[in-house]
């Protein structure tokens, strides 16, 4: 879906465009609500699209877009697991996001065990904030999407958050501040998630590094897109930073999933370290 938006962007003048699947795909939850996001963004710009039957049936009829002044207490793990309909929420301005944020970190800190909650709480709420208000500082229409949801995977359970904006990337905002526009796509991202590495005055350097380094000890998946350039946190650790010919994603598209319900792990935070540590250390 990252590639193909610059492909659809080219024919944006076109009568209409229809998107359609000819094979049976049996898509996750997140997976229908990036794709009806994705189909949103297209309409924003005025394009005519429309869809297949089954496409409609299989996706636009489930997902539903809602506006993030309306956002309460939304992650609730058997409701998002039992339910078939999905949504997500766009939120303009900073005064709105702080529900969301507050959200992921109570789901986080309720389902996991922890050392110095307060401390960690406080943390993640730093963490996760960056990103939302860099998706906000970014995005050309002061508007960021927040797509969520909790899936079964074997006998695990998996929270995963994406938060998306459709305004300047971060390779274009490295490559502004650092007044480089010869700068690869790919050392652009490397520079961004470089501790005390930002373009936005006043953050303080938190954001990206924060979260790497939190979703790495608790062998979490993170994935970025940004422009033509990719990164990539898989749960055992490997990094992948690439970049393509071809622009991928026209904004930024940031996606983490870490497991709740771990009770064999404690994830601590204290003198401004994170950590995470089996009980059977504590033994």
Not at 12 to 27: G, H, L, Q, T, V
Not at 198 to 220: A, Q
Request: charged share 25%.
């Amino acid at each position: 879906m990252a590639s193909i938006i610059s492909l659809v962007l080219k024919y944006k003048n076109s009568n209409r465009i229809i998107f359609s699947c000819d094979i049976n795909i049996s898509y996750d939850k997140m997976c229908k609500t990036y794709i009806f996001n994705v189909l949103d963004f297209f309409k924003s710009k005025g394009m005519h699209i429309y869809t297949t039957r089954k496409l409609k049936e299989d996706i636009v009829d489930l997902v539903h877009k809602k506006s993030g002044k309306t956002y309460g207490s939304e992650i609730n793990v058997m409701e998002l697991l039992l339910k078939e309909n999905v949504k997500y929420y766009s939120f303009k301005g900073i005064e709105e996001i702080y529900k969301p944020i507050g959200d992921i970190v109570k789901t986080i800190t309720d389902l996991s065990l922890i050392y110095n909650d307060n401390e960690l709480r406080d943390f993640l709420t730093t963490t996760i904030g960056e990103i939302f208000s860099n998706s906000l500082n970014h995005s050309e229409q002061d508007e960021v999407f927040f797509l969520f949801n909790v899936e079964k995977e074997k006998d695990d359970f998996y929270l995963y958050v994406s938060i998306i904006d459709y305004g300047t990337t971060i390779i274009s905002n490295v490559r502004g501040f650092l007044k480089d526009t010869n700068k690869t796509s790919s050392s652009c991202m490397s520079w961004a998630i470089k501790r005390g590495h930002t373009t936005r005055e006043g953050s303080g350097g938190y954001g990206l590094d924060m979260l790497i380094n939190y979703i790495k000890i608790v062998k979490g998946m993170l994935l970025i897109f940004s422009g033509n350039a990719y990164y990539s946190l898989e749960p055992n650790g490997k990094i992948r930073i690439e970049e393509n010919q071809n622009e991928l994603f026209c904004g930024t598209s940031v996606t983490f999933k870490i497991k709740l319900f771990d009770t064999d792990n404690v994830i601590s935070y204290q003198n401004g370290i994170i950590d995470c540590f089996s009980l059977d250390d504590l033994a």
